[in-house]
């Protein structure tokens, strides 16, 4: 829907998630993330853990960037138990070495709404943004995927290891090192193949994917569920060819010209009905 | 229950409602509001006046710091008719030149809740602040109170002008042309009791307001409604003695040394079961 009003020049990050604003010689980038009950996060949650996934949301979103966190604006609906709250968030805020500069909070009279606004200053420029995809890079993945599948399924049967579900990390340090070097990133919040062909298409080029060289933090018969679920918060970047990134990172493809398709998923197009990840509105 | 994460020093104007960040040598003003349907706005309201009224209410909170528009990022979940809401929210931005830089929409399985973060920048230093009034200091207001009141009326009787209801008036320019000049200054957006009794908590200072001296878009027999109803957002503002005010306004009190309570209205406190105005959460 934002897209709509972003005809506007000063909106030239729109399609990112993420504005850019350039201020008094300095690189602001500025991003903002909703979520709602029953929609984001399950009615039952930890409130502590809704805080801090809010938060590691945005800073990965920052991170992205290789933005460095310089404050952020809370808009909270009062929930089930705030003091709850505000320990997940002191916490996660203290932990990205963010301060709270302010916000809202709000009565509200159905399913909890929260929402934050992360700003940070970038460490690099230009920004890296996810169009700059050139043919002839290297794709790259700071991690595996399947933690947060692995993670909300454990804690669904209330059986093992639920931590990569309710508190992911952001790759800060990752992005901020990685910022000068890549032609290309962003974060993969709502699955690795989805974000991809979002990186394909900003960028105009294809995407070839080898699934194989993806690592799994989730068992091998789940690898095609894993390329397509969200949360993880790695970084995929791309690379001029040769470029060996200073982080742990895996080479899981390439950009080449258009080739009719943004994406080849291991030589192919993915399935007309291939949703591909978690599709926002 | 934002106050219990401000012992942060960074947070440092959590209390006004707006955050003060130094960057750059410039100095921004953020702020964040967010409305819930239900709440803060009817379930039939035109989605283009609610638009419209989620951008002048943080305006509003920029004008009270003499702020000037940079830019916003919006929190929007999906709601009845989101062309209408967009058409709204592009005339609201276009008025007080304030682009959209980016921000997040979200589907939810409940009431709507929207929210907007306000980027703007200080043209004045110091940023203006609730807290500044001091003993001797006479109180203004940049405008009457009452006509929110009395377009929410008219709305409800579907007859009448309910246009200061629907589309308020952010007193930006009022704002940025007294920021120099006062000792205090906050927007009156919760009523003109409630929002003096505050000024004067932060001040720590009592103010005496002489209601008559209010002006009023009102009936003489609603005054007593009028000076606890939000939503007009005029300047209230506390200058040196002798002060002229170079816009408008209206001297309806003074500041004086602390006299047990914060608010003396016509000469008496407040009753003890007397809100004042609209409280939040």
Chains 1, 2 share one sequence.
Not at 65 to 73: D, E, F, I, S
Not at 132 to 158: C, F, K, N, Y
Not at 228 to 240: K, N, V
Request: net charge negative; hydrophobic share 45%.
């Amino acid at each position: 829907m934002l897209r709509g009003i972003a005809a506007d020049p000063a909106a030239r990050a729109l399609n990112d998630d993420c504005a850019v604003l350039e201020i008094g010689g300095k690189t602001l980038v500025l991003t903002h993330d909703m979520m709602a009950q029953g929609t984001h996060f399950l009615p039952d949650a930890d409130p502590a853990d809704l805080a801090w996934k809010l938060v590691a949301a945005n800073v990965s979103d920052l991170a992205a960037k290789g933005a460095r966190p310089v404050g952020a604006l809370l808009g909270y609906m009062l929930g089930p138990d705030d003091a709850r709250f505000l320990e997940g968030l002191t916490e996660a805020l203290s932990h990205y070495g963010m301060p709270l500069l302010g916000g809202d909070t709000i009565s509200g009279n159905g399913p909890q709404v929260v929402g934050l606004t992360a700003i940070g200053e970038a460490t690099a420029l230009p920004v890296p943004s996810r169009s700059g995809a050139r043919a002839g890079d290297e794709l790259w993945i700071t991690g595996p995927v399947g933690a947060a599948m692995m993670g909300l399924e454990a804690l669904q049967a209330d059986c093992g290891d639920s931590l990569a579900y309710r508190r992911p990390q952001a790759r800060l340090a990752e992005g901020i090192v990685l910022a000068p070097l890549v032609t290309a990133m962003m974060d993969v919040s709502d699955g690795l193949l989805l974000d991809g062909r979002r990186m394909a298409e900003a960028s105009g080029v294809t995407l070839t994917l080898d699934t194989h060289a993806v690592p799994l933090a989730a068992p091998e018969n789940r690898r095609d569920d894993a390329l397509r679920w969200g949360d993880d918060y790695e970084l995929l970047f791309t690379t001029p060819p040769g470029t060996k990134p200073p982080v742990p990172a895996c080479c899981i493809g390439v950009a080449i010209s258009p080739a009719g398709v943004p994406l080849l998923i291991d030589g192919s197009g993915p399935a007309p009905d291939d949703r591909l990840g978690f599709e926002h509105s």
